[in-house]
């Protein structure tokens, strides 16, 4: 595959064949093994602190990536990460950086989006719209709990549903994030709760991403980086990039997009793809995202050269 030359942030939720978990939010364990083996065979792949780190560098000093680049992180914490993501990184030596909720890692809640799809499934139309009377005529609740998940939503959530899905087992706890390989995991900031940042007073954004500072602190691994709940373009505002500039060394991690990383400000937007059951297979996936970038691929940086050589009289021959 031509790829061009850049940084291919990708990100996975959980990998497994667990019903519960929405189909958007899950990778079957051998699909994952494929888009990690292709990973592996046409990326050089980083750690994501590293990577970034570097994309800053380029940006500040106008140079480019010599080769396509990845990294792999996972949101939200899902104990398929154990189960079935470590066995394959540690196969194909793959360094991966988990991004963690303290409140489903050790509060015993589950993120109400889950709860919401699960709904959707099992509960009468009637029952979602007596519990949630401001739910538009069609809207799931999914998607009504998606755009409104501040605190007091969150709560309300757990409180119905919660008890449903607990015997589930969805999330690592903090003595799994002991048994991941500490050589190619490490963890991030995902804040604590999963809200949406942008509902926030600028007080409770930063509580919910101090907190979960805190709780993490400690843990062998731990990178003091934020990745935004639901990482679009509505999901912070000005508030959030003043926190993360001030909290978060600056990256303002996002969950769209493709390699088109942005310095801003001192503020470092850095893209990444979804990557689910849901999403066309990868190479179409990539093709799709890169489509009206300029081209920096290994292919194309020869031609520039050798159009820097027929500049200079050097090459006679018309080029094939
Ligand atoms: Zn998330």
């Known amino acids: 595959m031509n790829l061009t030359n850049g940084l291919y942030n990708f990100y996975y939720h959980d990998v497994s064949d667990c019903e519960v978990v929405p189909a958007g939010f899950r990778t079957r364990p051998s699909r994952f093994r494929e888009e990690i083996r292709f990973i592996a065979d046409n990326f050089a792949v980083l750690p994501f602190n590293q ?9 500040q000093t106008g140079t480019h990536w010599q080769c396509p680049t990845a990294t792999v992180t996972f949101d939200d914490g899902y104990r398929g990460v154990l189960n079935a993501a470590a066995p394959v990184l540690q196969e194909f030596r793959v360094p991966a950086t988990v991004f963690l909720n303290s ?17 959707d499934r099992h509960w009468a139309r009637a029952q979602i719209e007596e519990a949630f009377e401001e739910i538009a005529p069609g809207q799931s609740l999914r998607n009504f709990v998606r755009n409104r998940l501040d605190r007091t939503v969150f709560e309300k959530m757990n409180a119905l549903l ?18 991941l390989p500490t050589d190619l995991i490490q963890f991030g900031n995902h804040t604590y709760h999963h809200l949406r940042l942008s509902l926030l007073a600028r007080a409770e954004q930063r509580e919910e991403i101090v907190s979960n500072d805190a709780a993490l602190r400690g843990t062998p691994g731990y990178q003091p980086l934020i990745s935004i709940p639901f990482g679009g373009a509505d999901s912070f505002d000005e508030d959030t990039r003043a926190l993360v500039r001030e909290l978060g060394d600056g990256y303002l991690i996002l969950a769209t997009g493709s390699i088109r990383h942005r310095d801003q400000d001192g503020l470092l937007t850095v893209e990444r793809m979804g990557m689910s059951d849901n999403k066309p297979p990868i190479r179409r996936l990539i093709e799709r995202r890169l489509r009206g970038l300029p081209d920096r691929s290994a292919v194309a940086s020869r031609f520039r050269s050798l159009g820097a050589g027929l500049r200079w009289g050097r090459l006679r021959q018309p080029i094939r």
């Open 103 to 119: 409140a489903y890692l050790s509060g015993g809640y589950v993120c109400p989006v889950v709860l919401a799809s699960y709904a």
């Open 51 to 59: 990577a970034i780190a570097e994309q800053r560098r380029h940006l």
């Open 162 to 179: 919660g008890a449903s899905l607990h015997g589930s087992e969805l999330y690592l706890t903090t003595a799994d994030l002991h048994r």
